[in-house]
Nanobody, 123 residues
């Protein structure tokens, strides 16, 4: 079992920045990737980014490419999501997750989810 705890969300104006953290504990070594997803009210959960624990390879959704940066600190079992140039459409609850299997683009079934952290971007 893996426990994931997100933090760092908050209220920010458009164009501002936030840095989210995802602290992992438990059997993190079992999962090659760790992911960020987000879900806005009334919308389906959306894939944001992922990173591999070993090589640090990254991947981003087109909607955040060039604005968000995912990184990790293996010693701390922590993953970060640096969010720059935030837009109102980035408003959502952000979750980190591991052991994900994608059933379709942007849609995944993951074994472990964090509780989420709210990001609100105002105009």
């Amino acid at each position: 079992q893996v426990q994931l705890v997100e933090s760092g969300g908050g209220l920010v104006q458009a164009g501002g920045s936030l840095r989210l953290s995802c602290a992992a504990s438990g059997r993190t070594f079992r999962s090659y990737f760790i992911h960020w997803f987000r879900q806005a009210p009334g919308k389906e959960r959306e894939f944001v980014s992922r990173i591999s624990w070993t090589g640090g390879s990254t991947y981003y959704a087109d909607s955040v490419k060039g604005r968000f940066t995912i990184s990790r600190d293996n010693a701390k079992n922590t993953v970060y999501l640096q969010m720059n140039s935030l837009k109102p459409e980035d408003t959502a609850v952000y979750h980190c997750a591991t052991a994900c299997r994608f059933t379709s683009p942007g849609v995944a079934n993951c074994d472990d989810w964090g509780q989420g952290t709210q990001v609100t971007v105002s105009s």
